[in-house]
């Protein structure tokens, strides 16, 4: 592809061209996936070993009691593979009885954590180098300690703010009474610990051994259900990909339990709204994409949800051409709606991405969901507990409903796109909701409007939130703005760099002879490469 440069927005950096490259979401974390193709690694050991830098050097959005999803091409063909934890088998619907909505933080937002699983199956499918290899850069930042990045340290004072009193918080996370500055040196001999006994284990110690019993005991004794049984089940899914053609391309989302659906079908709704013939970023084409986004949430939060429970309406159903098509047509261009869903069977993340140059591509994310999770912390260990129990719904034969032993609704999704049967660009979105809506901005812009990466993601973004309200970058024309107000859309506009709500995103995408990468400002993202 010819890349047009004519769209010209605010960024900090150019595109990275190189024959392997790693894009993440903090310096530090890029410098240990290219440590490992430099010792002779593939794009999988990269990116494991900077998601597990993650957990070190951006713990606001990741941690080792993260869940994780992964889409990777290797010598001819697409996998995918959940590893997204399930709830305690004490997590009946009775247990929240009390609850007029599902708690957010604490120990009833904790379900079993995946990401220490997607290590171990990714590395022991795909990987090159030894196991406990991967983990040497952590380990060296939790023990030598690293200086936290700028973007990391306001949103480390935002997260302590709320969640200083959760039981294993502040001991870990505050350990002078206060979170460290931007340059701060901070130093974490727990995580360390932990992940050594993670490397040695190959992760038996995380669901079976010592750590787990030191999780389920911490649970007991704050009156939580997750216990050792619920830990030694759990299991990850190489649960292949679905897709959607849009631009010449196909994009691959890992299917639900995840919100990747989402982004599947607004493209397929855009496909029928002549998009493709309207100028990027003019009113007629963002108000098309924010209509597209809502119709497809609407339906996404009314059935996605564990497979296993989307009995009624299954994801083949909700990407029918036919169906979309007829979501389309709702559609008016000079006025803003309020979607329901439809009826389609009748009639705080971290994201990397990587590539190498014998072709193996990686589009990878974990995450903690909302800032720091639950709150949750396992004294001494490192292991802060995500709160993707929060995913779940209350309402009564919602097939997302809590239950035991059951994956909740999950915003953490890779992205992937093919091109002629051949990969093309591995990427993903930090964010919660902004995850599927900028999975779609991104395959506007380069598959429509012929964007580099770095470009796509330094361009201003936009992010559906309830109803007619829609949160747009400052960085938008006061002109196209004032359009989109006249025909409806309620707009909250927000600095990128202030409440962080349009999330970071990392691309790597291939080109005759490497890659060119793409990392977002956003985040204090890095793409490098060699």
């Known amino acids: 592809?010819?890349?047009?440069?004519?769209?010209?927005?605010?960024?900090?950096?150019?595109?990275?061209?190189?024959?392997?490259?790693?894009?993440?979401?903090?310096?530090?974390?890029?410098?240990?996936?290219?440590?490992?193709?430099?010792?002779?690694?593939n794009a999988l050991d990269a990116a494991l070993a900077a998601a597990i830098a993650l957990t070190v050097v951006e713990p606001t959005g990741n941690g080792i009691g993260s869940d994780a999803f992964c889409i990777l091409w290797h010598e001819g063909q697409l996998h995918g593979l959940n590893a997204s934890g399930r709830s305690p088998a004490g997590w009946t619907p009775e247990r929240f009885a009390?609850?007029?909505?599902?708690?957010?933080?604490?120990?009833?937002?904790?379900?079993?954590?995946?990401?220490?699983?997607?290590?171990?199956?990714?590395?022991?499918?795909?990987?090159?180098?030894?196991?406990?290899?991967?983990?040497?850069?952590?380990?060296?930042y939790a023990e030598e300690g690293f200086l936290v990045s700028p973007v990391i340290a306001e949103l480390w004072r935002r997260g302590a703010a709320e969640l200083k009193t959760q039981p294993g918080f502040a001991a870990t996370f505050m350990p002078d009474g206060r979170t460290p500055a931007a340059g701060e040196l901070f130093r974490a001999p727990g995580h360390a610990r932990t992940l050594r006994l993670i490397a040695e284990t190959r992760g038996e110690a995380f669901y079976r051994g010592e750590l787990a019993h030191r999780i389920a005991d911490f649970a007991r004794q704050h009156g939580a259900a997750l216990d050792e049984s619920d830990l030694a089940e759990h299991s990850t899914d190489w649960c292949g990909t679905i897709r959607q053609d849009f631009g010449g391309a196909s994009l691959h989302e890992i299917p639900p339990n995840g919100q990747g659906i989402a982004a599947l079908m607004a493209l397929g709704i855009l496909r029928s709204t002549g998009l493709a013939d309207l100028p990027a970023d003019s009113p007629d084409a963002l108000h098309l994409q924010i209509e597209a986004m809502k119709l497809a949430f609407a339906d996404v939060y009314a059935y996605a949800a564990d497979l296993r429970y989307m009995t009624k309406v299954t994801h083949d159903h909700l990407l029918d051409p036919a169906y979309l098509a007829s979501r389309a047509a709702l559609i008016d261009r000079r006025r803003a709606q309020v979607f329901g869903h439809g009826a389609p069977n009748e009639g705080g993340t971290v994201c990397l991405a990587t590539g190498d140059a014998d072709g193996m591509m990686v589009s990878y994310i974990q995450s903690n969901y909302s800032g720091f999770g639950s709150g949750v912390v396992v004294p001494e260990t490192g292991i802060s507990l995500q709160n993707r129990g929060y995913g779940f719904t209350l309402a009564e034969g919602h097939p997302n409903q809590v239950g035991p032993r059951k994956r909740p609704f999950n915003t953490i999704i890779p992205g992937f796109v093919m091109q002629d049967g051949a990969p093309l660009m591995a990427f993903g979105f930090m964010g919660g909701p902004i995850q599927a809506q900028g999975h779609v901005q991104v395959l506007v812009r380069t598959q429509l409007w012929g964007q580099d990466p770095q470009t796509a993601v330094d361009a201003p973004r936009w992010r559906h939130v309830a109803g007619l309200q829609v949160a747009v970058e400052t960085a938008f024309p006061a002109a196209v703005l004032g359009e989109l107000e006249a025909r409806g859309h309620e707009l909250v506009r927000e600095p990128p760099d202030s409440a962080f709500g349009f999330g970071g995103a990392q691309l790597v995408r291939r080109i005759d002879g490497g890659y060119v990468g793409g990392s977002d400002p956003r985040k204090d993202g890095h793409a490098g490469g060699f």
């Open 1 to 41: 592809m010819q890349y047009r440069h004519d769209a010209i927005y605010a960024s900090r950096r150019s595109p990275v061209f190189a024959r392997n490259l790693v894009a993440t979401s903090q310096p530090l974390a890029t410098q240990a996936g290219l440590r490992m193709l430099h010792q002779g690694g």
């Open 98 to 140: 009390q609850h007029s909505a599902f708690p957010h933080r604490g120990w009833d937002t904790v379900t079993v954590p995946g990401a220490v699983s997607a290590w171990v199956e990714l590395s022991r499918r795909f990987g090159r180098l030894p196991f406990a290899r991967l983990f040497e850069p952590a380990i060296g």
